[in-house]
């Protein structure tokens, strides 16, 4: 018997209303999984969106990225 049989056999012998907290753990771990998938693919995008900008010349210096408050 495979993984998926074994869970399957278990929430089978569960009442009604555990099986339905079963499956909101599973849409839990499915938002999980898809929300970390979608951070990686912005991070890849990030990353190849400045490739080869660490070379260039900026005519910004680290005072200008400081913001004064009055």
Same mark, same amino acid.
């Given at each position: *018997?495979?993984? !998926?049989? +074994?869970?399957?056999? /278990? !929430?089978?012998?569960?009442?009604?209303? /555990?099986?339905?907290? !079963?499956?909101? #753990? !599973? @849409?839990?771990?499915?938002? $999980?999984?898809? $929300?970390? @998938? =979608? $951070?990686?693919?912005?991070? &890849?995008? &990030? %990353?190849?969106?400045? =490739?080869? *900008? @660490?070379?260039?010349? +900026?005519?910004? +210096? &680290?005072?200008? &990225? $400081?913001?004064? #408050? %009055?």
């Amino acid at each position: *018997m495979n993984l !998926v049989e +074994t869970i399957i056999e /278990q !929430v089978q012998k569960l009442p009604g209303p /555990q099986q339905g907290e !079963v499956l909101n #753990f !599973v @849409e839990y771990l499915q938002a $999980k999984a898809e $929300k970390h @998938e =979608r $951070k990686d693919w912005s991070n &890849l995008s &990030l %990353s190849s969106a400045i =490739r080869g *900008m @660490e070379d260039e010349q +900026t005519p910004y +210096t &680290l005072a200008d &990225l $400081k913001e004064s #408050f %009055s």
